[in-house]
Every structure is written in C-alpha cells, then in structure tokens.
C-alpha cells in the first residue's frame, strides 16, 4: 500500500513538472528507470531503454532550446498543451504499481493529464501575456524559471515523492495567482 501511494505522489509530481517542460520529465523518468531508482509500471518497462535515453534526451534539449525563442514559444504552447496530456497521462501510467488498470487509467488521465495540462495552460497565457506587454523579451526568464521548476519537480518527485504533492499544492496556489492576475488584466 505504502508503494502505491507513493507511486502516486511520484506521478502527480511528475505530471505537474510535465506542465512546465513536456519532455523533461520524461526523460527524469527514463534515467530514474534505467537506473531502477524507481520502479516502472511493467508495460512500461521500455522507457528506461537505452533507446528512450536517447530520443528523450534530445527531444529534451530541443524543447528547451525553443523556449528561447521569442514568439516560436508562443507556437509551441500550442502543440505542447495537448502534448502535456498525454505526456501527464504517460508519466501517471508509467510510475503507478500494484492497482487494476481500470484505476490506473483513471488516475492518470484524471490526476496526471489534468494536472499537466492545468499548469500548461497557465503557463502558456502567461507566456502570452509575457509577449504582449514586452514584446517578448521577458520570455527567456519565463523559459528559465519553467524549465528550472520543472528540473527541481522531476527530482522531488523522483527522491521524495511525498514531497512532491506538497509543491504541486503550492505550484497550484501560484498558478491561481497568475490566473487570476492575467485574467484581471484582461477585463
């Protein structure tokens, strides 16, 4: 019991890390398999491949290099909020043990793709409100701060999952605020 829930709190930080970067975690996932510092759901065993390493590992770069860009970030959030659904989904399925899949599939598309695409979502108004009133040239610290929680997120969750569920808490408090604000300004 104590293993599901922390396989739990592990999915929900990962998938809120998902929110901020899509391909990072998943690649904090890859490494923490492959390494067995945690254990994979057994169909999903192949996300710790050498293979996955791989591709994840550039995808990682490649997404984090294109938050750089003024406007081209704006276009990505586009793809990326649907991308974190299903990457939120796919970190929750992947880290979640010893519950039927009827459960495991609800949770993770509940708790995991809800939780990824809330925070994408507000992330990426903000990257849009960030460009409208700078002209984007705010956005390279917004790229920075998301990418650094998304870092500091993958690795709470990973080595103290409990943790995790504490800062998704506080990562939802924040985004209020932010949603709030931004929808304020708007009116």
């Known amino acids: 019991m104590q293993e599901t829930i922390l396989s739990v709190c592990l999915g929900i930080g990962l998938a809120a890390s998902v929110g901020f970067r899509v391909f990072l975690p998943l690649l904090a996932v890859s490494l923490a398999g492959h390494y067995g510092v945690i254990p994979l759901n057994s169909s999903w065993e192949w996300v710790g491949s050498n293979v996955a390493l791989i591709v994840l590992s550039i995808a990682t770069v490649v997404e984090i290099l294109a938050y750089y860009i003024p406007w081209f970030d704006n276009l990505l959030d586009t793809i990326a909020i649907p991308l974190a659904a299903i ?48 002209g984007g040239l705010a956005n390279p610290v917004i790229a920075t701060v998301e990418t650094g929680t998304a870092s500091v997120m993958s690795l709470v969750s990973i080595f103290i999952a409990p943790l995790a569920i504490i800062l998704v808490i506080l990562i939802f408090f ?12 708007s009116s």
Do not use: Q
């Not at 929750?92 to 039927?100: A, G, H, I, K, P």
């Open 87 to 134: 990457a939120g989904t796919a970190v929750m399925v992947s880290t979640v043990v010893d519950l039927s899949p009827a459960v495991t599939w609800a949770l993770a598309i509940i708790a995991g793709g809800g939780t990824a695409t809330t925070v994408k979502s507000t992330m990426g108004a903000s990257r849009l409100t960030s460009t409208a009133t700078t």
């Open 174 to 185: 924040g985004l209020r605020k932010v949603y709030k604000k931004l929808f304020r300004r």
